[in-house]
């Protein structure tokens, strides 16, 4: 439902007011708040459709896929009421491109990304790791960075961890202690991290950010 006037997005009336919001100004910070059926939902479509037409991608991390209708034109008839109480009559239904991105691989292109681009210190928060443990893994992406071994997915860093136990003793001298018990803790987390599928994160090719940045037919 996109509400262009001028090259500015048209949220609502307040009696003769017009509220817009400028393009321009959609970096910055904001807060779309209210009950149920206030219409939350509404205000982002028409700020994600008024975006399109202006050739603005953008990205939602829509959980409850709520927004999955810009994929098709929409009813006139049931936002008569409202385009009347706004007065806009050149108001035209039409659908939108929408690329679904997918962290589990199932209904959408694959979101995913390397365990080495992570990097330790994000990976560590994800797994909830100790500051002994998190330091270990710093030791364990630097001795694959010295072998030139690749962190691809979770198998890689599972293996390379097991390498890291495995020779705790020889490494300890050159990139500081390495504790079997701490080597330990982070292998459970692992493996409860594919438990709980998160191993679906990581893996080639990676999502880049121009991925999300795609305009197709000008919208």
Not at 57 to 86: C, H, N, Q, W, Y
């Amino acid at each position: 439902m996109m509400m262009l006037k001028d090259n500015k997005i048209l949220l609502g009336k307040a009696e003769e007011k017009e509220v817009y919001i400028l393009p321009s100004q959609m970096n910055r910070h904001g807060l779309i708040a209210g009950a149920s059926g206030t219409g939350k939902t509404v205000t982002l479509k028409v700020i994600a459709e008024s975006l399109s037409e202006l050739g603005i991608p953008t990205f939602f991390a829509d959980v409850k896929s709520d927004l999955t209708g810009m994929i098709e034109p929409g009813d006139a008839a049931a936002i008569k009421e409202r385009l009347d109480s706004m007065n806009i009559t050149d108001f035209q239904v039409q659908k939108y491109p929408v690329h679904f991105f997918d962290v589990y691989r199932t209904q959408g292109i694959p979101m995913r990304t390397s365990v080495a681009a992570m990097d330790p210190v994000l990976l560590a928060r994800i797994l909830e790791l100790t500051d002994a443990q998190e330091g270990i893994l710093t030791i364990i992406f630097k001795v694959a960075e010295d072998m030139k071994l690749d962190l691809i997915d979770l198998k890689d860093l599972q293996a390379m961890t097991q390498y890291v136990g495995e020779h705790a003793s020889e490494l300890t001298l050159k990139y500081g202690n390495v504790t079997k018990q701490s080597v330990g803790g982070i292998q459970r987390k692992l493996l409860q991290l594919e438990t709980e599928k998160g191993n679906l994160i990581f893996g080639m090719p990676e999502l880049d950010l121009p991925d999300l940045l795609q305009v197709k037919d000008g919208l």
